[in-house]
């Protein structure tokens, strides 16, 4: 089983990267987030899982092991495959799942575009007793509040994803407005995560 790659990045792509660990590109699919801290050229780690099927072996990275930990306890539940929990990943930290599960907040998962209310319901009920919040603080600061250094991250990741530039900076203008906090971490992945949140749900933050 493949826990971890450490390697130079070769690429990074809408919702994949590929890794050189001694010769051999390793395709990697990932979260937005995760996506968000590679560059090509530079060297990186991620945390793996490695999903196994009778005609396939993918392999699923994360920022920390956090993550993946979290990844495979989702993936556990009935009816979450390895794309929907990346998705729940996308949209939510590892310690807001464990906090939505623990608190059988359905509406938390429901904002994961593909869970609906039914399926939200499962996923708590299945939860039950497996993922319990840490207490952890809020991860630190990669950017500081300076929008220069973390904005046109932001906004690569959710063209990437589809969205137009505009819709993306005009999300990020009124996540400013509706959540400063997140805004002042200049933390891409958590501001990434929000904007997701805000576009997925159909509004402006």
Same mark, same amino acid.
Do not use: C, Y
């Given at each position: 089983?493949?826990?971890?790659?450490?390697?130079?990045?070769?690429?990074?792509?809408?919702?994949?990267?590929?890794?050189?660990? #001694?010769?051999?590109?390793?395709?990697? #699919?990932?979260?937005?987030?995760?996506?968000?801290?590679?560059?090509?050229? *530079?060297?990186?780690?991620?945390?793996?899982?490695?999903?196994?099927?009778?005609?396939?072996?993918?392999?699923?990275?994360?920022?920390?092991?956090?993550? *993946?930990?979290?990844?495979?306890?989702?993936?556990?539940?009935?009816?979450?495959?390895? *794309?929907?929990?990346?998705?729940?990943?996308?949209?939510?930290?590892?310690?807001?799942?464990?906090?939505?599960?623990?608190?059988?907040?359905?509406?938390?998962?429901?904002?994961?575009?593909?869970?609906?209310?039914?399926?939200?319901?499962?996923?708590?009920?299945?939860?039950?007793?497996?993922?319990?919040?840490?207490?952890?603080?809020?991860?630190?600061?990669?950017?500081?509040?300076?929008?220069?250094?973390?904005?046109?991250?932001?906004?690569?990741?959710?063209?990437?994803?589809?969205?137009?530039?505009?819709?993306?900076?005009?999300?990020?203008?009124?996540?400013?407005?509706?959540?400063?906090?997140?805004?002042?971490?200049?933390?891409?992945?958590?501001?990434?995560?929000?904007?997701? *949140?805000?576009?997925?749900?159909?509004?402006?933050?």
């Amino acid at each position: 089983m493949i826990s971890s790659l450490t390697g130079t990045v070769q690429a990074v792509a809408l919702n994949t990267a590929v890794i050189d660990v #001694n010769g051999f590109g390793m395709l990697v #699919n990932a979260t937005p987030g995760t996506l968000s801290t590679l560059q090509a050229g *530079r060297e990186a780690t991620v945390f793996t899982s490695m999903v196994v099927r009778e005609d396939s072996m993918t392999l699923f990275g994360f920022a920390t092991a956090e993550e *993946r930990d979290v990844f495979e306890v989702l993936v556990s539940v009935s009816g979450i495959g390895p *794309r929907t929990g990346l998705a729940i990943l996308a949209v939510h930290s590892p310690e807001e799942v464990r906090i939505a599960a623990n608190t059988k907040d359905t509406a938390a998962f429901t904002k994961v575009s593909g869970i609906g209310p039914k399926g939200a319901s499962r996923i708590v009920l299945e939860l039950n007793g497996k993922l319990i919040p840490t207490g952890a603080p809020a991860a630190p600061s990669t950017g500081g509040g300076n929008a220069s250094v973390w904005e046109p991250q932001v906004i690569e990741a959710l063209t990437g994803l589809g969205w137009s530039e505009k819709d993306a900076t005009s999300t990020l203008k009124s996540l400013s407005k509706a959540d400063p906090d997140v805004v002042a971490t200049g933390n891409v992945a958590e501001i990434l995560r929000a904007a997701l *949140r805000s576009m997925s749900s159909g509004t402006r933050a």
